[in-house]
């Protein structure tokens, strides 16, 4: 055995894997989110800490559930076209699931994980995200976005565990169920695996793409930015401010800062809230100018890593200290713009066509 297939094979009897410590033989056991997230990691962007229980852990729980057959037989003859059977089936299996013991060591493992959490993020019993992370999200041929389950502001090492089982018990919800069928894949080949990570309370979160999405402009980036949490923009429900800044002189070139009449807050029950804003800060720029560019450099620097225009979802975190509160939430390519093909005028000036070269970088993938 060859040192790389070594280290490969103890990668999947792995129970818990951490995002700062991601290597990339590990991504076969951790699913398509939680490898993105130990990638931006390990890359120096600065995601919330977190950790990954692995599909070595779903499978050790599995196999010694003693309760397989049963779930093989609720899912044998199986009809998609009837609702209320799927439906049926679907919670018989999650309630199967449910019932699996997890085993000692993975149980220690996850609850010494999530101490440890706590003690680094300074917090007693810090909140986090419960994510499911299925092997399945890395299938080229399809998106399982949506059918499986997260859990948001979970406290406390019993309560993650639970949220855990329910993660694993989501690859049953009657959509993933209907789409698995449709799909052509076998039930009992896919594997989960969860991720854990700290929330982040953002005092203003948003989006930012590496280039202009009103023209295709690669040599900005274009932010927008509310209030409390990102949700608003992401559904359109808030107008946001929008920055535009340019790539290569870091400049704000376009600021309009809009009356922004609510947000989107976290309440002392652990509650996200939409609330309305003050006349003083509903038309008050969400972000200061160093802000404004430290979001900037976020997505630049994501550009790099993944060589290709990128979509950003960034916050402001609330508990950490002004320079080091700009974290990213989440990293894909932009997908409008880069299938199409970039020209170049010719009446172009010679600057900006050296602007515009600095601005894409020559290691960027092809669309």
Known sequence: ??????????ARRQNLVWFDHFDSVEKA??????????????AGLPVPPGFAITTHAFRAARDGSGVIDAIRAELDGL?????????RRAMAVRELIMSWRMPP????????????????????????AVRSSATCEDSPDASFAGEHDSYLWVRGDDSVLEAVRRCWASLFTDRAVSYRVQMGY???????????????????????FTLNPGNGDRSAIAIDSAWGFGEGVVSGDVTPDNFLVDKVMSLITQRTVSAKQHAYRLGDDDQVRRVELGPGQATAPSLTDAE??????????????????????WALDGELPDGENVVLLQARPETVW??????VSAGLDPMASIVATLARPLHARKP
């Not at 149980?107 to 986090?128: F, H, P, Q």
């Open 1 to 10: 055995m060859t040192a790389q297939s070594d280290t490969a094979a103890r």
């Open 29 to 42: 056991c951790l699913g398509g989110k939680s490898a993105s997230l130990g990638e931006m990691a390990g």
């Open 79 to 87: 009809d998609p076209g009837d609702t209320a059977d799927v439906s």
């Open 105 to 128: 060591e993975i149980e220690a493992e996850i609850r010494g994980a999530y101490r440890a959490l706590s003690d680094r993020t300074g917090r007693k019993r810090v909140a986090v």
């Open 186 to 208: 076998s039930h009992l080949d896919v594997e989960m695996c969860v991720a854990v990570q700290k929330m982040v309370k953002p005092r203003s979160a948003g989006v930012a």
């Open 292 to 313: 404004i560019l430290a979001v900037a450099r976020l997505a630049r620097a994501a550009e790099k890593h993944y060589g290709c225009p990128q979509d950003v979802e």
């Open 338 to 343: 880069s299938k199409k093909k970039i020209t």
